[in-house]
């Protein structure tokens, strides 16, 4: 008997990036703002239709108090991400493989204006694709969030190693399918505080 898909609100696993140091920005991009950004990171891709949705820890370290993940919230602590990015990509595919859901959503910390709206075009752009591949592109640019389908999980997770992540499989594909998002959010990553915030 072939795998029933899971229901619709169970599609797509929501897996928000924030492992990382921040060391451009001084301190890990979880905690800027007060957790403004990583708050709405969650919102955003849990209104966007993602179900579960699940914080990648790293730098902050283990205990998602201190990250400030809400009660509500799945995450999990990716033990290696001093080593790259690769290997919190490789956590949030196997994070979306025990989900059991079909898709996977990736949504960085510090791309704060990018909401429901955002993940909600692209997730619906991947569905109806053959490719199951999706992004948001920015006036051009290709920017996030990334949907992809579970047949594509493997090959990612292999090439996925250092400061590689799925751009290393996605980079060169002619069926990634891009919905742009110019009117609906500026997909700018925030590298660097503003002048005067904490």
Known sequence: MPPID?????SCTGIVLAAGA????GKPKALAE???????AIVALRAGG????IVLLGATGPDPAVAGVPADTEWRWVADWATGLGATVRAGLRAAAEAGTRYVAFRPVDTPDIGADVVAAVLAAARV????LARAVFHNTPGHPVVIENKHWEAISAVAVGDAGAGSYLGGRQDMV???????ATGTDRDFPE???R
């Open 6 to 10: 899971p229901p619709a609100h169970r």
């Open 22 to 25: 921040g060391s451009r920005y």
């Open 34 to 40: 007060d957790g403004a950004w990583l708050r709405a």
């Open 50 to 53: 993602c179900d579960p949705v």
């Open 129 to 132: 694709s053959e490719s199951g």
């Open 178 to 184: 891009c919905v742009t998002c110019d009117g609906l």
């Open 195 to 197: 002048v005067g915030a």
